[in-house]
Every structure is written in structure tokens, then in C-alpha cells.
């Protein structure tokens, strides 16, 4: 079993839909939660950050965290074309500040 | 203010060369790491350093070096390139205090050992 599962996707929405995206982890001890997209060619650049269950609005984007259920989810309102790209999941414990990456979820937005 | 830089962006090196890879940050982050990309395995841990002075090997660190010059520079030298190591390499930086463990990462170099 990975450490942080995602599903690869690609996950395919229409324009003005919301995304949904989910991502697992299996270490109990992790406090520290990220959202990653990422553009074909490019670097990986963090878009959210969770430390706490619940919900973290950024603009069109909503982090959730559940970490009795051992998952973060990522929902992106009115999703734009620009919005197409692969998104990662990173998870990290306090200590050391290490983060283990998902393989992430590739999304594709239709005009 | 640059953030994360990488240097070079692309190099293509023949088995068993050597070379080094340098990034540097400007954000005055405490800890940096070298991570690899690779299609379908995702971004994967070489060497990390919590602090100046201090290197600690990540998930995949054989084959690798790395040196924390000074709090901004942080290189990662391949000895002795293999095909294996093609690659597109990513140097990350975060502030590791405060609760904050953002990492924010360079450009990448993109790395082809033929």
C-alpha cells in the first residue's frame, strides 16, 4: 500500500463545474496537508495548506481535511480551463518537515 | 525576490559522467531538498537539509551527493551518471519554523543520461 494514494485520473469536467479530488494516507502520525498543481513542464506549485480537520477556503479553492478518516480532498468551484493540470497531494509529519508525495490526479477541464 | 533557482535547466550527460546541480533560495528558508520526478512514480526524496550544516538521505539517495554550502545553497552532485538517473530534478526550500512546512519548490532541471 502507498503512503498517499490518489486516484490518477484523468478526471474530466466540464467548465464552471466543481472538481473534486481525493487523496489517502496511511501514516496516523501525519499533521501537515498540501495541495500541489502541478502544469506539464513545469514545477509543482502549492495552492493550499491544511493543518486542522475541516474545511480552508482559498478563492474557487476548498481544502477538507478528516483525519480520522485519514484523508484531505481538494474541490475547485467554477473550474476554468486554466484549471487543467495534475494535482498532487503532499503529507508531512511535524518532525524532520519531510512530505511524501501522491502520484497525483490529472484534471481536465472542457470549454 | 527569485524564490527557488535552478541551474542548469537542461543537461544531457553520457554514462558515467559527472555533474552538479546547484539551487539556491532567497526566501531565507531554513530547510531545502532534492527531489526526483519520474513519469508514474511520482516526486521521490534524494537528500534533504533540515538546517544548515545538516544532510540526511531521503528515499532514493544512492548515486548521489549533496552539500549545504551555506543557508541559500544547497547542490546535489551525480559521481558517476547511469541511465537510471534520467530524470527532471526539483530543489524545494521551506521555513521549518513556526508550524510553517510549505515547501516551495525551483523550476527543475531536466536530466538525460544516455
Known amino acids: 500500500q502507498k503512503e498517499v494514494e490518489q486516484n490518477s485520473g484523468p478526471l474530466s469536467v466540464p467548465e464552471g463545474a466543481i472538481a473534486s479530488l481525493n487523496c489517502t494516507y496511511s501514516?496516523?502520525?501525519?499533521?501537515?496537508f498540501f495541495w500541489y498543481r502541478q502544469y506539464s513542464g513545469k514545477s509543482p506549485e502549492l495552492i493550499m495548506s491544511?493543518?486542522?480537520?475541516g474545511d480552508k477556503e482559498d478563492g474557487r479553492f476548498t481544502a477538507q481535511l478528516n483525519k480520522a478518516s485519514q484523508y484531505v480532498s481538494l474541490l475547485i468551484r467554477d473550474s476554468q480551463p486554466s484549471d487543467s493540470a495534475t494535482y498532487l497531494c503532499?503529507?508531512?509529519?511535524?518532525?524532520?518537515?519531510?512530505?511524501?508525495f501522491g502520484g497525483g490526479t490529472r484534471v481536465l477541464v472542457k470549454p | 525576490n527569485a524564490g527557488v533557482t535552478q541551474t542548469p535547466k537542461f543537461q544531457v550527460l553520457k554514462t558515467g559522467q559527472s555533474m552538479t546541480l546547484q539551487c539556491a533560495q532567497d526566501m531565507n528558508h531554513n530547510s531545502m531538498y532534492w527531489y526526483r520526478q519520474d513519469p508514474g512514480m511520482g516526486l521521490r526524496l534524494i537528500y534533504y537539509?533540515?538546517?544548515?550544516?545538516?544532510?540526511d538521505k531521503g528515499e532514493v539517495p544512492n548515486g548521489y551527493n549533496v552539500s549545504r554550502l551555506n543557508k541559500r545553497e544547497f547542490s546535489l552532485r551525480l559521481e558517476s551518471a547511469a541511465p537510471s538517473q534520467t530524470s527532471v530534478y526539483f530543489c524545494?526550500?521551506?521555513?521549518?519554523?513556526?508550524?510553517?512546512?510549505?515547501?516551495?519548490f525551483g523550476p527543475g532541471t531536466r536530466l538525460t543520461v544516455t
Open positions: 491544511i493543518y486542522s480537520n
Open positions: 503532499a503529507v508531512g509529519r511535524a518532525a524532520g518537515n519531510k512530505l511524501t
Open positions: 524545494a526550500s521551506s521555513e521549518f519554523e513556526s508550524l510553517n512546512y510549505e515547501q516551495y
Open positions: 501514516d496516523r502520525g501525519s499533521q501537515s
Open positions: 537539509s533540515a538546517s544548515e550544516g545538516t544532510t
